[in-house]
Nanobody, 120 residues
Framework: QVQLMESGGGLVQPGGSLRLSCAAS????????MAWHRQAPGKQRELVAS???????NYADSVKGRFTISRDNAKNTVYLQMNNLKPEDTAVYYC??????????????WGQGTQVTVSS
């Protein structure tokens, strides 16, 4: 099993920045994909950004040029740097990973979510 611990959410004014972190722990052999999703009230959960083990990235069109995903493989941690935040970025942000362990098969895991609120 893999556990995910998210941090870094909060309240920020429009145009501000936040950095989310998600540390994975537990039975980890390979973290193939690390990603951030978000879910705003009344909306479906959507992919914000993802990063493969080899370093390739993918972003939602709505955050391109403003958000940057990165990972520290030595720390099993993924980050989401969010700049020029807009009110429409308000949502609960979820970390997600696809991982295999020494004793567990390849599967996906979700974090508990962290609230990001962009408001003046």
């Amino acid at each position: 099993q893999v556990q995910l611990m998210e941090s870094g959410g909060g309240l920020v004014q429009p145009g501000g920045s936040l950095r989310l972190s998600c540390a994975a722990s537990g039975d980890i052999f390979r973290l193939q994909v690390m990603a951030w999703h978000r879910q705003a009230p009344g909306k479906q959960r959507e992919l914000v950004a993802s990063m493969l083990n080899g370093g390739s990235t993918n972003y939602a069109d709505s955050v391109k040029g403003r958000f940057t995903i990165s990972r520290d493989n030595a720390k099993n941690t993924v980050y989401l740097q969010m700049n020029n935040l807009k009110p429409e970025d308000t949502a609960v942000y979820y970390c997600a990973v696809a991982a295999s362990g020494h004793a567990t098969p390849f599967r996906g895991y979700w974090g508990q979510g962290t609230q990001v609120t962009v408001s003046s």
